[in-house]
């Protein structure tokens, strides 16, 4: 048994946090140490991450090492778990890519860090604007069979999906997917009111991106945005890097969503964590523009994801929108793991979760986070 002393995210409290690798116990400490406390919170989640620090989760060719790299890179920053991300492409590449990742999973020491996978396409818009930075002839109709030899080759691990109703026999493959606990989010679309109240029916609970992955220009009313937004049945998940989505926006939907809806996700792509330059993701040249926090297609204004952080994405929700500490975090924390279907995280810093734990220290003026340690499934991964 270990513990910590910290302020609690929520509370501002100082507490004793005993854990193995779950929570053993949280309490008030009657006795406040006089030197400052770092906060403690549960450690970031992330369900949609499509590579970090230069390495690629959508490439085959990507080795167990360089994920864990990758996975190290996250740990410093306060993640403890993520679901690596991959976007339209061939079977082949896809199942590739899939059967890399369960095995870095199974070999790396810290490779439960990866919870889930999250397979974001081909099944989306082929449309220009909805289909993003995902290559056009990849786009397709969703395929039952090819979903069952890609959980196969991710072992079981795929946990997301997301994919765009507009296409027909959507319903009927929604329910079979969620029907093996597999969640599927709606994205990349520009389904109409019908297909994205068919689609909740059947069984998605999400949206995936919600605000991108849409057209430049849209009918006033009534459009996909607005038709996701309202309805309740709908977890949202938000690119919070302040590009993607400008803060009028964010506070409208954050507000029309409610917090406890709201999901904060990096949606981040290779480059990010590395010098501006062209990097290649698939069959896309891309750029990373100084001082690094966009990434475009080359030579184009589309965005091609993003070079978001979870700890500046949970700085940027207090900064841009105005949440508090607790708001914020727990869009990054309780609420992913919520949408996500994350075992053992959707309490909070509760007595039998595990013991993923983040200590930092936040800028009050700022808002800008330094994370002190942290702390997966009862390990410390990183310490400053
Ligand atoms: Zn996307």
Not at 334 to 347: L, S, T
Not at 373 to 380: E, Y
């Amino acid at each position: 048994m270990e513990k910590c002393f910290a302020r609690h995210y929520a509370t501002g409290e100082a507490v004793e946090i005993r854990y193995s690798s779950v929570i053993e116990g949280v309490d008030s400490l009657i006795h406040p140490p006089s030197q400052p406390l770092p906060f403690v919170a549960p450690g970031w989640i992330d369900i949609q991450i499509n590579g970090f620090a230069g390495v690629d989760y959508n490439t085959p060719k990507t080795t167990v090492e360089q994920i864990g790299q990758s996975l190290d890179a996250q740990a410093r920053l306060g993640v403890a778990r993520l679901f690596p991300t991959l976007i339209t492409n061939s079977y082949e590449e896809i199942a590739g890519s899939l059967r890399v990742l369960a095995e870095a999973r199974e070999k790396l020491p810290h490779g439960a860090m990866m919870d889930g996978f999250h397979v974001e396409g081909p099944y989306i818009s082929p449309e220009d604007g909805p289909r993003g930075a995902h290559p056009q002839r990849w786009c397709r109709r969703p395929d039952w069979d090819e979903f069952q030899r890609w959980q196969d080759a991710a072992q079981g691990h795929i946990k997301l999906m997301t994919v765009s109703p507009e296409w027909e026999g959507t319903t009927a493959f929604i329910e079979r997917v969620v029907r093996t606990g597999v969640v599927i989010a709606i994205g990349h679309t520009k389904a109409d009111s019908a297909q994205i109240d068919d689609a909740v029916r059947a069984g998605a609970t999400m949206s995936t991106h919600l605000g991108n992955g849409a057209h430049q220009q849209i009918t006033r009313h009534p459009n996909y945005i607005f038709d996701q937004l309202a309805d309740d049945r709908l977890a949202a998940s938000f690119i919070v890097d302040g590009i993607h989505l400008g803060a009028a926006f964010l506070k409208v939907a954050l507000r029309a969503k409610g917090i406890e809806r709201s999901v904060l996700i990096t949606d981040a792509v290779m480059p990010a964590g590395c010098e501006p330059g062209f990097y290649r993701l698939g069959e896309v040249e891309v750029e990373l523009h100084p001082p690094g926090d966009r990434v475009t297609v080359r030579n184009h204004w589309r965005l091609a994801g993003a070079a978001l952080r979870m700890d500046h994405g949970v700085s940027n929700l207090m900064e841009l929108v105005g949440l508090s500490l607790r708001d914020a975090v727990t869009m990054g924390t309780v609420n992913a793991a919520r949408a996500g279907r994350v075992a053992g995280r959707q309490r909070g810093l509760a007595v039998g979760e595990r013991a993923d734990l983040v200590l930092f220290e936040m800028d009050p003026d700022t808002k800008s986070i330094a994370i002190r340690r942290n702390i997966v499934g009862g390990s410390t991964l990183f310490e400053s």
